[in-house]
């Protein structure tokens, strides 16, 4: 038997509805928000990723799935969402129509990690990027976007963490600093961070194996080289946070794995009893240097991605019950071969007038199609016999009081209108 490949899954049943009820969800938040949906290829040409995500990062160093394709060109599974967004924000020249422009995507993502709960190989991530606008009230739009959808799920164990790395100059200093911290205590580093120092030392602060050392733990924090516009567009994020009543730590750790980001950081965890070590349930942030460095004219940038993954273990942990429509409207279930074609013909109309209709395929007995309703959770139940289809008039069924009503059929679409069966709200209330 062929099995998946290690880190993926299978989404079906259950999963399948709460993933679905999601995306609805995203949906609806993004036409509220007023941004467009942007899909990108799921494989780019791997110089996006080398130049974009960061040629010191983990993601690219160890994570990349690289293939040479048969015209013999270095292609890569995408690792994230923003590279390809700004390429194509570049190569269809967005940048030279009306801004802000407001993007949303989602999709899988490959990385190659170690497996382990909330962490994939293949994995989805529902994300933003906003292009454009130097404005923090932007930064903090882009981090108010998860906080109401977990808001909104009634997700209640979330910490939303955020930080500045400032500008170029402060990121400057800032490395200058960093370097000269780390100087003497390179020997005592892992093999990795002794190339990161050399290539790009803030990238020692998220070592996974050095982590959590004094000497990590002590470095300088970016804060501490902001220069005054920096600190004056961080501050200006922080009082719009406030603004909308979002709760934040100002955490100087959060320094994120991607080399683009410039000013405000943020990651939002997941604050739940034993929820495991992958927690980070999204992160973001501002890259105004990002659009320059693909290869486009100087255009600022913010943006975040949550993986779905985390945030299904979110919902389960807190064991959160959505509003998911679990029935049908109506079951069809014709009393012979003779009456099929018409039962179809009704079925078709009832589904274009936005019912959720259902019928008998497997030529089922009258106490089986009973059976078959109660399992599908129907509010109806129509039977269709020979006489039904001479007088032009239905019993319909309600499969939950037992009372039968008879309906021309006609009628048929307005009496389940008045019936409040519309496309399965008819649970809600
Ligand atoms: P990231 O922090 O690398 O940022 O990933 C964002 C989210 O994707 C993480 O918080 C996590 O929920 C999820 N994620 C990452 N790796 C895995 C994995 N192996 N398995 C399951 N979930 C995972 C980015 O990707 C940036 N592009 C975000 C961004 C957009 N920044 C600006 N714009």
């Known amino acids: ?88 924000f570049i190569e269809n020249k967005m940048y030279g129509e009306i801004l802000p422009r407001k993007v949303w995507y989602y999709g899988p993502m490959f990385r190659y990690e170690r497996p382990q709960s909330g962490r994939f190989r293949e994995f989805y991530q529902f994300g933003v990027e906003v292009f454009g606008s130097d404005n923090p009230l932007l930064d903090a739009e882009v981090i108010s976007i998860p906080v109401n959808l977990y808001r909104m799920l009634g997700l209640k164990g979330i910490k939303v963490n955020i930080n500045s790395l400032g500008d170029n100059e402060s990121r400057n200093n800032y490395r200058e600093a960093l370097i000269k911290y780390f100087e003497p205590h390179i020997n005592n580093l892992c093999e990795d961070c002794q190339e990161r120092f050399k290539k790009n030392p803030l990238r020692i ?30 501050e200006k994020v922080k009082n719009y946070l406030d603004a909308m009543d979002i709760p934040y730590t100002v955490n100087p750790n959060v320094v994120r794995g991607l080399d683009y980001y410039t000013h405000t950081v943020f990651e939002v965890e997941a604050d739940i009893k034993d929820f495991g070590s992958q927690n980070v349930l999204c992160g973001g942030g501002r890259y105004n240097g990002l659009v320059e460095m693909i290869g486009g004219p100087k255009c600022s940038g913010v943006g975040f991605a949550l993986g779905l993954e985390r945030l299904l273990n979110a919902i389960e942990a807190e064991k959160i019950v959505l509003p998911i429509n679990d029935g049908i409207d109506i079951y069809l279930a014709p009393m012979s071969e003779n009456e099929v074609s018409y039962t179809i013909k009704l079925l078709n109309t009832l589904r274009l007038n936005g019912f959720i209709v259902e019928m008998d395929t497997n030529n089922r007995k009258l106490s089986n199609n009973f059976k078959q309703a109660d399992r599908l959770n129907a509010e109806y139940i129509v039977i269709i016999g020979e006489n039904e289809i001479k007088n032009k008039e239905l019993t319909i069924k309600n499969n939950h009081t037992k009372e039968e009503t008879k309906v021309k059929e006609n009628d048929l679409v307005d009496f389940f209108d008045e019936h409040e069966c519309t496309g399965g709200c008819c649970h809600e209330d």
């Open 1 to 88: 038997m062929i099995q998946k490949p290690k880190g993926t899954y299978d989404v079906y049943s259950e999963k399948g509805k709460t993933i679905s009820y999601i995306e609805e969800l995203l949906k609806g938040i993004m036409e509220k928000y007023n941004y467009e949906y942007i899909r990108t290829p799921i494989f780019e040409a791997s110089e996006l990723f080398h130049r974009g995500v960061g040629e010191t990062t983990d993601i690219v160093t160890k994570e990349t799935y690289d293939f040479i394709d048969r015209g013999n060109r270095n292609m890569t599974l995408r690792p994230e969402g923003t590279a390809g967004v700004v390429r194509s």
């Open 205 to 234: 602060l998220d070592c996974k194996i050095d982590g959590e050392s004094d000497i990590i733990k002590n470095a300088p924090t970016t804060l501490d080289y902001l220069n005054d516009s920096s600190k004056e567009h961080f």
